[in-house]
């Protein structure tokens, strides 16, 4: 078995990734950055955001799993007293791989080029200087005009992160599904939003469209994307799917209440 580690690069991450990389070794698996079959990401839950990207390429081969060195993430779950622990469990390959969905961003833009875009958690759109004006469509039809700071489409894996802060559901990350949060929209008696997240299932689709030409920043998880001359941005249930390798229930409530509500 191949296998690659990404690391947040601080000292204790890096004494794990040293010690990670020789156990794997001794017990015949190969380090391949280039074609690996195994990511093992250490650090936090943005280590293994750049992992995604990375390795976005490979996600039909690639599975990833997160020893955290901070904090509880909810990517990383594994704690650096555990590190033979899971060395010895890939080494069997005593691992089920499980898929969770993605986002798929296509920016259309009016000279006929376009850009694709994977999202793990969400992607933001924002207007850099004045109040974002935008429609949106849904499966073809247009919902609102929308007046405001941005609006965030997440992922259900993304969605205790950014979207939670601005109000958004948490959603179980095995539904094929995604969500659109506003930021900081503008409601009064001439202009109306409906105020409240929406969750699209996998055959629905939303479309951003600008109203007046204005340029864009995007965000694609820790990605800043900047936009101009931009026709149009669809929002998709991706096709592709990410992997997590589980070497023991992971049960996402119980985290859930780990992260937001337990006081321990």
């Known amino acids: 078995m191949k296998f690659a580690i990404q690391s947040r690069r601080d000292a204790q991450s890096n004494e794990l990734m040293e010690l990670a990389r020789n156990y794997l070794q001794d017990f015949g698996l190969t380090y391949d950055e280039d074609m690996p079959e195994v990511v093992i990401s250490i650090g936090g839950d943005g280590t293994l955001l750049h992992a995604f990207h990375r390795y976005s390429h490979l996600l039909d081969q690639v599975a990833f799993v997160g020893i ?4 509880l993430g909810f990517y ?23 898929e969770y969905p993605l ?70 990350p095995t539904l094929a599904a995604i969500q659109l949060t506003e930021i900081a929209s503008i409601n009064n008696r001439v202009f109306r939003t409906v105020g409240s997240p929406l969750i699209l299932p996998a055959h629905h689709h939303c479309v951003l469209r600008p109203v007046n030409g204005q340029n864009f920043h995007m965000t694609v998880d820790h990605l800043k994307v900047s936009q101009g001359d931009v026709k149009s941005i669809a929002f998709n249930v991706a096709d592709e799917k990410v992997r997590f390798a589980r070497f023991r229930p992971f049960p996402f409530w119980e985290r859930v209440h780990e992260s937001f509500i337990a006081n321990e």
């Open 76 to 98: 990383a779950d594994w704690k650096p007293s555990e590190l033979e622990k899971l060395v010895l469990s890939i080494a069997k390959k005593d691992f089920n791989v499980v």
């Open 68 to 71: 955290h060195t901070g904090h």
């Open 103 to 172: 986002l798929e961003i296509q920016v259309e833009h009016h000279n006929a080029e376009s850009n694709t875009y994977l999202a793990l958690n969400e992607a933001t759109v924002k207007s850099p200087d004045v109040t974002l004006v935008i429609d949106v469509e849904l499966n073809g039809n247009l919902f609102e005009r929308f007046r405001g700071d941005g609006l965030c489409i997440s992922t259900p894996s993304g969605s205790t992160a950014y979207n939670k802060a601005l109000g958004g559901a948490i959603l179980h």
